[in-house]
């Protein structure tokens, strides 16, 4: 069932490194506990909306990731309650400028950039052990991940996060990406696809200025 409420969250909230395929892929040893960060509501962009790279890389990056619509003002939920304050599931992409996050010890600048948040319409699903993500650059899958695979569940980072920050209705949480994050070139179409749920699809453009 697609949801109308409106993205217009107060905070984006993601997980890092929460498939362990990933973290090797990237170097990174496996968390102990969910690694956070924010993407400013700023980033936001929809299905259609062009993703631009800024001058300041030289290399940004997808990462298909199962975004989680919150329903409710959630606040030190348990693992167990956790799931009654979701509203819906969406296609998201943690778009990354690589470089810059290996420069910086913060996240905030290679998260951070306009259109790095494209995100698609919220739908609700019962069981979140059944959901897939998909991405694709120009129609080849680079990246292929089940909920069920997560280092931490989706039960366990509502929880986490409500632990930390005050969750409103609307907000919403990045759940991690899976293996085969790649490079982003002017010209390109990444998909990034929740299967059953949902698909955006966003064109990658230089910036102009
Ligand atoms: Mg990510």
New binding site residues.
Partial sequence: MALSLPLRPSKIV?V?RNYAAHARELGNAVPERPLLFLKPPSSLIGDGDAIVLPPESQRVEH?A?IGILLGRRSRHVSAAEAMQCVAGFLPLN?V?ARDLQKLDVQFARAKGFDTFCPAGSPVAHADWRELEITGRVNGSIRQHGRAADMIFGIPEIIAYVSRIMTLEAGDII?T??PEGVGPLAPGDVVEIEIPGLGRISNPVEAATR
């Fill in positions: 993601c890092g990462e990731e943690d990354t990045a991690g990406t």
